[in-house]
Structures are given as C-alpha cells and as structure tokens.
C-alpha cells in the first residue's frame, strides 16, 4: 500500500508533563488495612483451637481415625467467599502437605474437607478421573 502523500516532517512531537509526574499506588487497600485485625483476631482463635497443628483426622478403617498432628502454618477456609466466611468454625488449621492436597487433582486424591459449622470437620479424600465424575457419583 502507498501513501497518497509522504510523511510531513516537521516540529518533533513533544510529551505532556504528565508523564513525568510519579504517583505511588497503595499496595494495600485501607479497607484491607482495616480490617487487618479483625483477621488477626480469627485467625489466632483458629491457632489456639488446633494448638498449631493439622487438624485433618483421616479414616483409615471402620473404627479407626489417624489425625496427623504436624505444624500447621496455614489455614484454610472451608467455605467461599473468603471474606464472607470468616468465621473460626468455618477455617481450619493445615500443614503445608494437607493444604496441598486440597488443590490436588481428583485423580492424585483430592483431599476434601467438610466443616460441621461448630468448629469440627470432617475430613475425605477422594480419588476420581475428575471433578465432573465425582460429582455425577454423589
């Protein structure tokens, strides 16, 4: 494709001031901020419950609970939105291994965890082709 006319060649364009002009974004919101202690609060309840340790119990036999004891450096919450659910019987205390295992594929063995809404919960893992399969089996 051709021009109809050759470029003009002329003033050289210039930039706004505005461009220069620096503003530092807050990495942090103020309702984040705010609401930080609140948090704190939750989760130090969580950590006083648990003693700082998993407290995933798994099934291994009829009768028989294996509850896994390690230290807990995260938390998890059973129940979405996060901020909706932030409540100490809906959040519980996972070490790094359990807490992976809740993002696993469903055919690695997804560990699924079900709060009994009083602090307790019940814990599974399921193994399936996926997600769509586990739930056609329920």
């Known amino acids: 494709m051709r ?26 919101s103020r309702k984040v901020t705010k609401g930080r202690t609140a948090f704190r609060a939750v989760y130090d309840a969580v950590d006083a419950r648990s003693g700082k340790r998993c407290e995933v119990v798994l099934r291994v036999g009829e009768y028989t609970w294996l509850p896994c004891w390690k230290p807990a450096p995260d938390r998890h919450h059973t129940k979405k939105p996060r901020r909706s659910f932030h409540d100490p019987r809906w959040i519980v205390a996972l070490c790094r291994r359990h807490h992976e295992m809740c993002d696993a594929p469903y055919a690695k063995g ?3 965890i079900h709060p009994n809404g009083d602090g307790t919960f019940r814990c599974d893992i399921v193994t399936a082709p996926s997600k769509f399969a586990y739930r056609e089996a329920q």
């Open 3 to 28: 021009r109809a006319a050759p470029a003009r060649r002329g003033r050289p364009l210039t930039r706004s001031g505005t461009l220069t002009a620096t503003t530092r974004i807050k990495s942090v």
């Open 110 to 112: 997804r560990l699924l």
